[in-house]
């Protein structure tokens, strides 16, 4: 699996956009990128996946570079609840076998959302 | 509403008195997983399950035991746990078919072996 790379803390404002950077510069041509997160000690949360294009859903918005390299988490109108630790996960799909269905989580980025 | 539930959501006990934590998911998915989470180390899985009575290990099987005979039921087995299976739990499930790696988790357990 492709290596993300992720900085490990961010604030956003209340009301505003938060933008959560990812790179995962050793990505192929197979694997899609996912976005997870945990608010504190709570199980992971699915939030969006994507391949190529850009993928919008009632959570968040995913954008991916043209070379697939990097990619950004934005959470449009950030509240309070939103403060989380966010998760960028890099996977093949489709792979057959057990061990292949098993999620890789790194340190990810702890996102504070402040009043 | 779909979800994952585990129970107990909070155990103390002594080491070597066997423990079983329940996790139960209403989606009729086929594959379910338990993770442990630590400080430090992130969330690493510990066994998981295909579907009916097909189980195999994680990464960190050590010390655990799974059992598969109903799809909606992955119990985690401790027969004689020990101070350093102090960890917070999490049990995980998705269908093999739709939205790839949508996986649910349930909302964890904490557990101190004293």
């Known amino acids: 699996d492709a290596k993300t790379t992720q900085p490990p803390s961010m604030d956003c404002a209340e009301g505003r956009a938060a933008n959560l950077p990812c790179n995962h510069s050793t990505i192929s041509g197979n694997e899609y990128v996912y976005w997870y997160r945990q608010i504190h000690s709570q199980g992971p949360q699915y939030i969006i996946h994507?391949?190529?294009n850009n993928e919008t859903n009632e959570m968040a918005s995913l954008i991916i570079t043209e070379d697939r390299k990097s990619s950004t988490l934005i959470l449009p109108h950030a509240t309070l609840r939103d403060t989380a630790v966010y998760y960028c996960i890099v996977r093949v799909v489709g792979s057959s076998g057990g061990s292949n269905y098993k999620l890789t989580f790194g340190k990810g980025t702890l996102l504070t959302v402040n009043p | 509403e779909a979800q994952v539930t585990q129970n107990p959501r909070y155990l103390i006990t002594v080491t070597g008195k066997k423990l079983t934590v329940t996790c139960s998911q209403n989606m009729n998915h086929e594959y379910m997983s338990w993770y442990r989470q630590d400080p430090g180390l992130g969330l690493r899985q510990i066994y998981y399950s295909m579907n009916v009575e097909v189980t195999d290990k994680g990464d960190v099987p050590e010390g655990y035991k799974v059992s598969r005979k109903e799809k909606r039921n992955f119990p985690l087995i401790l027969e004689s746990p020990s101070p350093n299976q102090t960890s917070l739990y999490f049990c995980?499930?998705?269908?093999?078919?739709?939205?790839?790696?949508?996986?649910?988790f349930g909302p964890g357990t904490r557990l101190t072996v004293t």
């Open positions: 994507g391949l190529k």
């Open positions: 995980a499930s998705r269908t093999l078919a739709g939205v790839p790696y949508e996986q649910y």
